[in-house]
C-alpha cells in the first residue's frame, strides 16, 4: 500500500535529505534494490554523518524512471544506466551551449559598439556626470 506520489525530474529537489525507507516508498520499491542501483551506479545518493545513504527528490524521480525503463520498455541495467548518462551529457551540453551563446551575444554587443561610427572618435566617455554649463551660440555673419 504504496501512496503515488509525481515528481518532475527537472522541477525536483536536489537536497539530499530523505532516508532510504521514505526514498524507497516514495519510488514503489524494496529498500535493498536502491542499494543495488547505487552499487551498480544508476543513482547515486549522498551520505549521512554515519554513512547511511539520503536521497533527494530527484533521485527519487530518476529511481522512478529506471523503473519505467526496465518495467515497460524491457531496458537492462546496463542499458538504463547508459541511457542516465546520456542524458547528463546532453543536460551538461545544453547548458554549456547556452552560456556560450550568452558569451558570443555579448562579444557581437562589444563589437557593434566599437564599430559604431561614435565610439571613441568623436565623442569622450566620462565616468562621471559633468556639472559644467556649455553654452552655445550660433556664429555671426560679423565674426566669420
Same mark, same amino acid.
Given at each position: 500500500?504504496?501512496?503515488?506520489?509525481?515528481?518532475?525530474?527537472?522541477?525536483?529537489?536536489?537536497?539530499?535529505?530523505?532516508?532510504?525507507?521514505?526514498?524507497?516508498?516514495?519510488?514503489?520499491?524494496?529498500?535493498q534494490?536502491?542499494?543495488?542501483?547505487?552499487?551498480?551506479?544508476?543513482?547515486?545518493?549522498?551520505?549521512? $554523518?554515519?554513512g547511511?545513504? +539520503?536521497?533527494? =527528490?530527484?533521485?527519487?524521480? !530518476?529511481?522512478?524512471?529506471?523503473? %519505467?525503463?526496465? *518495467?515497460?520498455?524491457?531496458?537492462?541495467?546496463?542499458?538504463?544506466?547508459?541511457?542516465?548518462?546520456?542524458?547528463?551529457?546532453? $543536460?551538461?551540453?545544453?547548458? +554549456?551551449?547556452? =552560456?556560450?551563446?550568452?558569451? !558570443?551575444?555579448?562579444?557581437?554587443? %562589444?563589437?557593434? *559598439?566599437?564599430?559604431?561610427?561614435?565610439?571613441?572618435?568623436?565623442?569622450?566617455?566620462?565616468?562621471?556626470?559633468?556639472?559644467?554649463?556649455?553654452?552655445?551660440?550660433?556664429?555671426?555673419?560679423?565674426?566669420?
Amino acid at each position: 500500500m504504496y501512496e503515488e506520489i509525481n515528481i518532475s525530474v527537472e522541477q525536483a529537489s536536489d537536497a539530499k535529505i530523505l532516508i532510504i525507507s521514505v526514498a524507497a516508498r516514495m519510488a514503489g520499491m524494496h529498500p535493498q534494490t536502491l542499494r543495488q542501483y547505487d552499487r551498480l551506479g544508476l543513482v547515486q545518493p549522498g551520505r549521512a $554523518g554515519g554513512g547511511g545513504r +539520503r536521497y533527494s =527528490e530527484r533521485d527519487v524521480a !530518476l529511481l522512478r524512471e529506471v523503473q %519505467r525503463l526496465s *518495467q515497460e520498455d524491457g531496458v537492462n541495467l546496463a542499458g538504463i544506466k547508459r541511457i542516465i548518462g546520456l542524458e547528463q551529457l546532453v $543536460g551538461d551540453l545544453q547548458q +554549456r551551449l547556452h =552560456e556560450l551563446e550568452s558569451r !558570443l551575444e555579448e562579444a557581437y554587443t %562589444r563589437i557593434a *559598439q566599437m564599430e559604431s561610427p561614435y565610439s571613441g572618435r568623436d565623442l569622450v566617455r566620462q565616468e562621471r556626470p559633468s556639472t559644467a554649463l556649455v553654452v552655445w551660440r550660433p556664429r555671426r555673419a560679423a565674426d566669420k
